[in-house]
């Protein structure tokens, strides 16, 4: 007997927990399947969200894309914010993964608006704190500030230290860089997820496509 789209979506969570990607991406798609088949459009789209956040850690930028384009018009037609606004934090993902700061500043801006619409601390604070790599990264330090204060204290809501802690320190990174002015680069080298600065180092690794770990979080982007 073939397992129930709901093992399915729950073992492709625990893949994406495990840092499985792969596996993950594999077992989202078959209970997204399964979902649609049995008519139970919203844990489809569930299935859709876990799949989109699978494919952007293995690094397919591209498909992530398209997974996160469809979760958007999905969540439009539903009529649910919480997932439209999941959809904005993960092409703004994809753009802070290009370096394309400007566009992950409007992805991230809808995104956070659709999460305050609905009081949601997770994409509130996912997106404040995108927002705020996005800005840092144009060099709107003051602006940048202000949102990771809202991250922190949104995050905080849910119980989630550890994203607490990766909020406060690219506060105290920000806080450096008002002092001192912002380094020399125009286009800095940020991790997408917690925020920090890469070093010179990753940063040339980074510029010719080659695979970086971030020291801090450990995202891996390439």
Known sequence: MSPEPEELLQEAISMHQSSKFDKC?????????????????????????????????????????????????EGIKIDNYWYQSAAKWGL???????????TAVQLFEQGLTLARTTADAWYTAWNAMGLASAYRGTGRLEEARSLL????YNFR???????????????????????????VEMQPYLCPMCGSRFNVEQAKKLRKGKLVTCEYCGTAIC
């Not at 204060?149 to 922190?152: K, R």
């Not at 230290?161 to 002015?181: M, N, P």
Request: aromatic share 6%; with cysteine.
């Open 25 to 73: 991406i594999k077992a989202a798609e078959k209970a997204h399947k399964k979902f649609q088949k049995s008519g139970q459009i919203d844990r489809a789209v569930e299935a859709l969200r876990v799949m989109g956040d699978c494919t952007l850690n293995a690094h397919n930028l591209k498909k992530a894309q398209t997974i996160y384009e469809n979760l958007h018009r």
């Open 92 to 102: 703004g993902q994809v753009a802070l993964r290009r370096l394309d700061y400007s």
């Open 149 to 152: 204060e809202e991250a922190v």
């Open 157 to 183: 809501k849910t119980n989630q230290s550890k994203y607490v802690q990766w909020a406060e320190k690219s506060l105290t990174e920000i806080g450096g860089e008002i002092q001192s002015g912002p380094p």
